[in-house]
């Protein structure tokens, strides 16, 4: 019998993080959610992953505080032995114009979206570095690429994350490490849920549908699994929108 392989995905009790988790469990690997949600409110998703017949553990805390991040993946580590895989997911919007953008909107999302990766993966890359072997994937979006007006801090956090998905890539690929960025388009979630003008949105969009969680699943677990050459890049998954 072959070793399954350990994922930690950031943000994974809802949305896309636990489409991720679900997909990853369907093909076989134990999974660790972490949120910043309490055990209870986590339940559910765990009960979910683990009725795919795969072990699953709950890790809560702050994606954005180190001393928290390290504590967690050093029990994680204790527990599971490995990480194989890590997605980091969680993140935030706090939207707003520019002009009227104040320091604290700016910095809570810039911490969140990306000095998390930072964190996470800062504790995570050096016990794959050991393993000589990884797969990490960091959670963009289309508007990290091509910007979109009301999210100067939103955009400059998944654009940043672009750039550290290049970096990390050609820093440990001879580590056997991949990295690589996901860049969704409009997903279905609690964070588009709220979103005005949704029929401007599908003008826009060729395929004339939001995505699902599920389609960005899909291309996380490609990335995860199902290839051993790619790094580096930042795919768009988004019905088109921005061709
Ligand atoms: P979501 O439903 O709001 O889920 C985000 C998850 O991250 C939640 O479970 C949330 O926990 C968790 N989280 C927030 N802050 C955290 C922290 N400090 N530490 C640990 N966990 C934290 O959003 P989603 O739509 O699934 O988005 C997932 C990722 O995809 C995000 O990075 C987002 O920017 C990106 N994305 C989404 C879209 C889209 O259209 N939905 C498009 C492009 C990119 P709580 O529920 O407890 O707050």
């Keep these: 019998m072959t070793e399954r392989k350990i994922a930690l995905i ?14 990853l469990a369907k093909a076989g690997c134990d999974i660790i959610i972490n949120d910043i949600c309490d055990a209870e409110k986590a339940q559910p998703a765990l009960d979910e992953i683990k009725a795919c017949g795969v072990n699953s553990s709950f890790y809560q805390f702050d994606v954005s505080n180190d001393e928290q991040v390290q504590a967690a993946v050093d029990a994680m580590i204790k527990e599971h032995g490995k990480i194989d895989i890590l997605l980091n997911n969680a993140g935030i919007t706090k939207d707003g114009l520019f002009l009227r953008m104040d320091m604290e909107q700016w910095e809570r999302v810039i911490k969140i979206n ?64 991949r990295v690589n960025a996901v860049c969704p388009g409009f997903i279905q979630t609690a964070m588009t849920a709220e979103l005005p003008n949704i029929d401007e949105y599908l003008k826009a969009i060729p395929m004339k549908r939001l995505g699902t969680p599920e389609d960005i699943a899909k ?13 580096g890049q930042a795919i768009e998954v988004a019905g088109g929108l921005m061709i």
């Design 10 to 23: 950031t943000g994974g009790s809802r949305g896309i993080g636990l489409a991720c988790a679900l997909e």
């Design 114 to 177: 990306l000095t998390s990766a930072y964190c996470v993966t800062h504790a995570v890359i050096k016990h794959m570095s050991k393993a000589r072997q990884g797969s990490i994937i960091n959670m963009s979006s289309i508007v990290g690429r091509h910007g979109n007006a009301g999210q100067a801090n939103y955009s400059a956090s998944k654009a940043g994350l672009i750039g550290f998905t290049q970096t990390l890539a050609k820093e440990f690929g001879s580590r056997n490490i």
């Design 219 to 231: 291309v996380v677990k490609f990335l995860a699994l199902d290839t051993e050459y790619v790094t």
